[in-house]
């Protein structure tokens, strides 16, 4: 069993190849009390030093905002669905995707959508990340107790916090 997000799919195709759809299967992410899985999330942006901000807002406008008459989807949406095999973050780029997100792998995704919560867009996610997983490694090492390794990632968090608040 593995918990992986929907991108895998390609890579679990192409290593697999025709004993993909005999081998595989996907399911709900197993819960305690309340089903929840974790939306992730794609930024763009210009940075206020480029020498051409105009005309990068508009292509982001083309690319990520308008959508297209003969799909319905936008150019973004169709590049996440086609060329990397994510689900996009617009409503009407999955509706409109069609067979691409269609397929039985993805199904469980998109339903279970609605009990997705948003990863919080914080500066330090990654050392964040990076902490946490260092201290639930510890415990499945045995180096530390569950009751420790959550102490000090709380500490090491906090840490990591309040030094950015301290930050002009």
Not at 23 to 49: C, D, E, H, R, T
Not at 121 to 141: C, F, H, P, R, Y
Request: hydrophobic letters at 40%; aromatic letters at 10%.
């Amino acid at each position: 069993m593995a918990i992986v997000a929907p991108w895998t799919e390609g890579t679990f195709r192409s290593s697999l190849g025709s004993d993909f759809d005999k081998i595989v299967g996907v399911a709900p992410v197993p819960y305690l009390k309340k089903p929840a899985s974790l939306q992730y999330s794609w930024f763009m942006g210009v940075m206020n030093q480029s020498t051409h901000k105009q005309a990068a807002w508009d292509f982001l406008r083309w690319f990520a905002l308008e959508q297209q008459e003969e799909t319905g989807t936008t150019r973004y949406g169709d590049f996440l669905a086609k060329n990397i095999s994510v689900i996009p973050s617009r409503r009407e780029d999955q509706v409109n995707s069609g067979p691409l997100l269609a397929t039985p792998f993805k199904k469980v995704f998109l339903e279970g959508l609605p009990l997705s919560v948003a990863e919080p867009n914080v500066l330090q996610s990654v050392k964040i990340g990076d902490a946490l997983m260092s201290e639930i490694q510890s415990t499945w090492t045995g180096l530390k107790t569950p009751t420790q390794a959550a102490h000090d990632a709380c500490t090491q968090i906090d840490k990591l916090l309040i030094e950015r608040q301290a930050r002009p």
